[in-house]
């Protein structure tokens, strides 16, 4: 019984040390689905089928290369790989489906995942 309340304390532990890491990672990337493809477009998560679409990305405290990717609704994934994002600048990847349904926009930096957002277009 010590065995697994020590495991269990261990385990625990483990998991509060790694929750500021993960907080930070977090804090490093905006990134967002809009209904446009301006950097005064604003985030959403519903567009209309005929309106512009973008997946916009920054990255906050360094310079980056990122790659996105978009899941349709008809299954199909397509992905921008090598997209640079110079620190600190607002950077967008057009959306061109006029698909209905939800388009699942996921980024990543490197291997790692850093972002996902659901894109419904109605």
């Known amino acids: 019984m010590k065995a697994i309340r020590a495991l269990v304390?261990?385990?625990s532990l483990g998991l509060?040390?790694?929750l500021?890491?993960?907080a930070t990672a977090a804090n490093r990337y905006v990134y967002y689905g809009a209904c446009g493809t301006t950097s005064a477009a604003?985030?959403?998560h519903t567009c209309s089928k005929s309106?512009?679409?973008a997946a916009f990305f920054k990255s906050r405290d360094a310079s980056v290369t990122y790659k996105v990717c978009v899941?349709?609704?008809n299954g199909t994934k397509l992905c921008a790989n090598g997209q640079p994002a110079p620190k600190g600048k607002l950077k967008s990847v057009t959306i061109t489906s006029t698909l209905k349904g939800a388009h699942n926009i996921t980024w990543f930096v490197g291997s790692t995942k850093v972002g996902a957002w659901k894109l419904?277009?109605?």
């Open 16 to 18: 509060l040390l790694a």
């Open 9 to 11: 304390l261990a385990v």
């Open 71 to 73: 899941k349709y609704p």
């Open 120 to 122: 419904t277009v109605v």
């Open 20 to 22: 500021p890491s993960v």
């Open 51 to 53: 309106s512009k679409k």
């Open 42 to 44: 604003q985030s959403s």
